[in-house]
Every structure is written in structure tokens, then in C-alpha cells.
């Protein structure tokens, strides 16, 4: 079987950092968490990060496809030269927000909405099809919760290592929504000050939205900044909402991706956790980092300025990571404290990295990490 | 050697869990008889379901979880290597419990839902309780695209077999009322569940022809020719009467009803059912027809 490279083409982001990588960087170079606190008459109650509303003015399109369209739309003179690009995309909830809304009127029969065409995932399929045609072929919706844009990226990461395509777009979506607001509030999972990831008094995670676009390729290495060198998944088998304490699949997630980059710990420069703010989920992160990396390296979470952004995070994070590294920086909150371990960033540093991982961690014990070698 | 097996296969739906049942289905001639399909009647659940997990964790599960939990250990869970990849497609996913969560909260106007709903109501739960309760730690993956994931199915699937390695696939949907709110384009969906492996490299078996333009274009290739059954979906059930053909046209339909994933039940028919003659399985994809050949 062919063993092909697999190149980061080109990559943006949506999120509370801004639309796009150049306001993105601009904000972090300011080291402001950019947290919204809402009124008491705010249908969201609890503090959390708002991509730009602008994004979401009047049409007909549910939220996460204007998401994916606008992702689509900064990286396209990267990809609308070619026809038949697969699409990878990851969501936790996509759609749901738009549900909530119609809910009442849809069970009472006061209105007729199409929900298999609304509802469901096939939505943004179907929208980005309409708006790219034939530059877009196969697509697939991976759904695994906070680790949706990670299995995205691995299966894009194993059709073109192997052969199978040549190209493909891997995007990660997610919006705000009650469900997962006050279903997270219900598992006491939500911060009610505003979230403190990888610190001593962290208390929970704060919702975030937004969105990020990788445009993958093998072939020519030219103009490229960074190369996918290893990617693993698996399950934990323990428990449907918590991380194993043991933290035995996450460390095996780490050695896998560590094997098959050919790298060792010592080659990885940072860590960009996945570092919800939860004091379960950071606890058995950086355990299961501890044990590999010692304390010579360098681990933050971008949760302090866009929250958690759900089943986008992984392809959110590392848009906005390979942007900090382009930039030879790792940004921090300005008023970050108390770290909860002396592994963890505690301001923003000028740093030169050239292999780094992306951690996530989703329901069900759903174990994902990727390795990056930036040039 | 371009060809891929699949074995393990394990259906149940809410008219039966044997696979007796389903044989007698097809060699009553009900999936090749449309004006019968009606006969069956079908209910929004299936009953003892969950007879086969023993922990009281089984409380806490949907009938989706608990269908993918049935499915896998009378089917391909039953020889899972610890390295086997397996995915789940699903339309809907775990759409009873997101249901009662969204009318929790816009309509109970709830401040909180039940935490068991909630971590529930993801899509990769099914397959979280299963590895959960049998304590695996397999690569699992859920792909979902509402109307069209059994497109991705086949997207997927044409990939997927040309890479190493046995895998799984399973796939269901449970019955939830907010299925039935969609009065636009109304769906008869109930409960139907499917597991198998996939084996890579295979002389026999199954392997995509490709994507065609109508019915006469694939009515001229050989493999149509040399094939006896040819399985369908059920408006292309109706196009295949109408262009008399003089194969044996199936469906899955009344195994499935109008699940969007009826393509990953079709595909294992030819094997599950035994077929000793070559088959054609066919799915609409918007003006395309995507096709499958088996040869036995």
C-alpha cells in the first residue's frame, strides 16, 4: 500500500478570537480572554464565548452551515481549482439551536417544517454541495461528541497516507445551544465564573462556537508550513460521561501517534491539550501527559480564549495553533494563575516548535491525538 | 482479489429477531412483492432488547443503545479482534433521548435535564456503552448524515475496503415521536438494527461498480447481465417493475421501512440470505445510481 505525506495546505478558523487567522492572532496578541457574561435575561446563562453575531445575519441557512460556508469561503483559493475534494466534518450538535426554536410550534402542528432536511446533519452537506458543486464529492459527518473533528481528521489523514485521495477538506462545526448548556449545567459540568482550564481552581468548562478548516494534501511540500506525522483513536471502555482516572487508553493514544510519527517525547515541543476546565478531564490529562513528557514540555489550552467548542475543537484548536506556532508564539491569558501543574503555560512565550500534539477527549471514552511537525 | 465478504451479520427489527424469520420474509416472496409489505406490522419498539446485557448499566440505555448493544454480540462483536476498527451509521442517532431533552427544555421549560439524557443523547453513545460494558478499547466511529448517510455508507465503504484489516460495520435507528413531526416529507421509521464484518481482499464477495446515469446504463454492463437479484431501494423497487426487468428484484424495505440507512441492510442480504447466484445492489443518489456487485 502506497504511504503518502499528508500536508496542511491551508487552514483558518472561526471562533470569540475573531473570523479568520489575521484577527484571530491580533486578538490573542492581546491576551484577553474573551469571555461573554450574559444579563439575567439572556436565554444562555451561564458565561461563555460568542463567535462575531454578524455571522449569523437573516437567511435561510441553519447557523453551523453559515459556519462552514464562511471556513469554506477564507480557504477556497486554496482547493476551488480542484473537483470531487472529499469533506470531512465533525459536530457534536449541529443543527440543534434551530430545532429548539421551532420545537414548540413543530409539536403542537402550528407550523410544517421539513425536519429531515433541517434537523439533521445532511443540512450542511447539502448547503456546502449547493454553493461548491462539483468541487466537492464524497463527504462524511463524524459524530463522536467533543472528538467529532478528530475522527474527521484521521479518516482524511488515513485516505490520503494510504493513497485512496489525493486532497480533502476536514472542517469542524459547532454552535450554542440550550441543550448542551443545560445539559452540561445538569453533569455539573459548567463553570458559573467563567472557565479556568489546567489551573488549581478551575470549576468546569464555559461553551464556546465556532468552527475550523483544514485543506490536507499529499504531493508537493512546497509553500507548506506543517505535515500531519501520526493520528490515533480509541475507546476508553470505562465510563459513558468521565475519563478513566487510570488514563491508560489516553497514554495509548499518545504512544501510537508517537510511534507511528517515528518521533520520540523528547522530539515534542508542545502540548495543546485538551484542557476543558473540568477538574476530572484536566486531571487525567496531564497524568497521562506526565508520564511521557516529564516536565520538558510546554502544555496549554486554547479553552481560556474560546471555550469549548464541542465536536469543532479539534479542527478549531489546531487552526489556531498552527497560526500561533506560523507566528512562533504560544499565547496565554493575560491574568492566568495558579497552574495546576508546573508543566502548564502560564504567559505567553516566544517559541520555535517543531513537533507538537492536539488532544481530544469525547463522551463515551472516545480518545483522539494527532502529531504535527511544523516547518 | 478486488472483492470484500461479509459475515457475523446480525438483523432484528420490531417483527422479529431470528434470522428464521427474515429467510422466511424472502422465501415467501415478500421482498420482491411491494403490494405485501403492508402485511407486516411494526411497532415502535422492540420488545426483551436489552436481554442480552448483564449489568444494571442497561437501565440507562435508549433502544438505540441497547439495539447496537443486541446486534453486535449476536453479530460480528462475537469475533471482535482488539485492533478492529468499527463504525456505526446512523441517521438519527439517539434521537428519543435529544427529544425529550429539547422538550425538557422548550417546552417544560426545565433549568435542568436529566444528566443520564444528556450524556446519552450523543451519537457515538451506542457504541461508548457497548465498549463500556464488554471493556474494549476498539477505534469507534459514528458517521452521521441524516437523509443521506447511507450515501456516506457507500462513500465510505468503497474507501475503507481498500485498506488493510477485517472491520465492523453496524448501523440502526430507534423510533422517537419527533420522527413523526416532520409532515413535509413524512418517513415511516421504526426500529431496525444491523451488524457485520467487513473482509478485505477477497475473491467473492462484494466490490462498488460505480456511479451510473439511469437504468439502461446499468442494464448494459455484464455484471447486471450475469446477476439473478437485483436489490433496491424502494422507489427504484418501483423503476426496476417499470423498465421489465427479467431479474428478481429485492428490497429491504420490509426489513427496514424507510430508514435512510435500508443500503448497509441491502448489501448484506446476498450474504446473509445465502444467495448462491451473483446479485446487483443498487441505491438513488440524487440523479445517480451508485452500484454494488456480489458475486457468490
Redesign the interface.
Known amino acids: ?1 502506497k504511504r503518502n505525506r499528508v500536508f496542511i495546505r491551508d487552514f483558518t478558523s472561526i471562533s470569540s478570537l475573531g473570523v479568520g487567522i489575521n484577527e484571530t492572532i491580533s486578538n490573542l496578541e492581546k491576551e484577553q480572554c474573551p469571555i461573554y457574561i450574559p444579563t439575567d435575561s439572556e436565554i444562555f ?1 451561564y458565561p461563555h464565548f460568542r463567535i462575531n453575531q454578524t455571522l449569523f445575519d437573516s437567511n435561510e441557512l441553519i447557523n453551523c452551515s453559515k459556519i462552514v460556508l464562511k471556513l469554506l469561503e477564507m480557504v477556497e483559493k486554496s482547493f476551488v481549482k480542484y473537483k470531487n475534494i ?1 469533506i470531512f466534518i465533525g459536530t ?1 450538535t449541529g443543527g ?1 439551536r434551530e ?2 426554536e421551532v ?2 410550534d ?2 403542537e ?1 402550528k407550523i ?6 433541517r ?5 450542511m ?2 448547503d456546502v454541495k449547493s454553493k461548491y458543486g462539483d468541487t466537492i464529492g ?8 467533543c472528538s467529532s473533528s478528530g ?1 474527521s481528521l ?2 482524511a489523514y ?2 490520503i497516507k ?1 493513497g ?2 489525493d486532497r480533502a477538506l476536514v472542517v469542524g462545526v459547532d454552535t450554542l445551544s ?2 448542551t448548556m ?6 455539573k459540568l459548567v463553570s458559573h465564573t467563567g472557565t479556568k482550564p489546567l489551573t488549581t481552581g478551575r470549576d468546569g468548562l464555559s461553551l464556546g462556537e465556532g468552527g475550523g478548516v483544514l485543506f490536507l494534501e499529499s504531493g508537493d511540500e512546497t509553500g507548506v508550513d506543517s505535515e500531519i506525522v501520526g493520528c490515533h ?9 468521565s475519563p478513566d482516572p487510570d488514563g491508560a ?1 489516553q497514554r ?1 493514544c499518545v504512544e501510537k501517534t508517537l510511534q507511528e510519527a517515528g518521533i520520540t517525547p523528547s522530539d515534542i515541543d508542545y502540548i495543546n491539550a485538551h484542557g476543558t476546565g473540568t477538574p476530572m478531564n484536566d486531571e487525567v490529562e496531564i497524568k497521562t501527559i506526565k508520564t511521557f513528557f516529564n516536565n520538558k514540555v510546554i502544555v496549554s489550552s486554547l479553552k481560556s480564549f474560546i471555550g469549548h467548542t464541542l465536536g469543532a475543537s479539534t479542527a478549531c484548536e489546531l487552526a489556531i495553533t498552527l497560526a500561533m506556532l506560523k507566528n512562533n508564539k504560544i499565547y496565554q491569558v493575560k491574568d492566568f494563575s495558579d497552574p495546576m501543574d508546573e508543566i502548564v503555560l502560564t504567559k505567553t512565550i516566544q517559541k520555535d516548535v517543531k513537533y507538537f500534539l492536539k488532544n481530544s477527549f ?5 480518545n483522539f491525538t494527532v502529531g504535527i511537525k511544523v516547518k | 482479489m478486488n472483492f470484500s465478504s461479509i459475515c457475523d451479520i446480525s438483523i432484528i427489527n420490531s417483527y422479529s429477531k431470528e434470522k428464521e424469520a427474515f429467510i422466511k420474509l424472502f422465501s415467501d416472496g415478500i421482498l420482491e412483492d411491494n403490494k405485501r409489505w403492508d402485511e407486516i406490522i411494526y411497532s415502535n419498539t422492540i420488545e426483551n432488547i436489552d436481554k442480552n446485557i448483564n449489568t444494571p448499566v442497561k437501565k ?1 440505555m435508549s433502544q438505540m443503545s441497547c439495539g447496537i448493544f443486541y446486534v453486535m454480540e449476536e453479530g460480528a462483536g462475537k469475533n471482535l479482534l482488539t485492533d478492529e476498527e468499527i463504525y456505526l451509521f446512523t ?3 439517539e434521537i428519543d433521548t ?1 427529544d425529550k ?3 425538557s ?3 417544560d421549560k ?6 443520564t ?9 451506542p ?3 457497548y ?2 460494558i ?16 447511507g ?2 455508507f457507500i ?2 465503504i468503497k ?1 475503507r475496503v ?3 484489516g477485517t472491520f465492523v460495520v453496524t448501523s440502526g435507528e430507534e423510533y422517537s415521536p ?2 413523526d ?5 413524512p ?1 415511516k421509521i421504526k426500529p431496525s438494527f444491523i451488524s457485520y464484518r467487513i473482509i478485505p481482499n477477497q475473491d467473492k464477495g462484494f466490490r462498488y461498480l460505480g456511479s451510473f446515469k439511469n437504468l439502461d446504463e446499468i442494464k448494459s454492463i455484464n455484471e447486471y447481465k450475469n446477476a439473478k437479484y437485483i436489490l433496491t431501494d424502494k422507489i427504484l423497487f418501483d423503476e426496476m417493475y417499470k423498465s421489465k426487468s427479467d431479474k428478481i428484484i429485492l428490497s429491504e424495505y420490509p426489513i427496514v421501512l424507510d430508514n435512510p440507512c435500508g443500503v448497509i441492510f441491502r448489501l448484506a442480504l446476498p450474504f446473509y440470505l445465502s444467495f448462491n447466484e451473483n446479485s446487483l445492489v443498487l441505491e438513488r443518489n440524487g440523479i445517480n445510481i451508485e452500484v454494488f456487485e456480489v458475486k457468490n
Do not use: W
Not at chain 1, 434537523?119 to 443540512?123: L, M, R, T, Y
Not at chain 2, 426545565?110 to 444528566?115: A, D, F, N, T
Not at chain 2, 464488554?134 to 448517510?149: A, E, R
Open positions: 500500500m446563562h472529499p457534536s440543534i430545532t429548539e420545537y414548540r413543530l409539536s402542528k410544517k417544517y421539513p425536519l429531515f432536511k434537523h439533521f446533519f445532511n443540512k452537506v447539502t464524497e463527504f462524511y459527518t463524524f459524530s463522536t461528541a475522527h484521521l479518516q488515513k485516505f494510504n485512496l485521495i440550550l441543550t443545560i445539559g452540561f449545567d445538569s453533569l483513536s480509541n475507546s476508553d471502555g470505562y465510563h459513558i460521561s487508553m495509548e469525547g463522551f463515551g471514552g472516545n | 440507562r441517521s438519527f442517532g435529544t431533552i429539547i422538550k427544555i422548550t417546552i426545565m433549568s435542568l435535564v436529566s444528566p439524557h444528556f450524556h446519552n443523547s450523543v451519537h457515538n453513545t457504541l461508548g456503552y465498549t463500556i464488554k471493556k474494549l478499547h476498539n477505534y469507534c466511529g459514528t458517521i452521521s448524515d441524516g437523509v443521506l448517510t450515501i456516506s462513500n465510505f474507501n481498500k485498506l488493510d419527533f420522527l413531526m416532520d409532515t413535509v416529507e418517513k
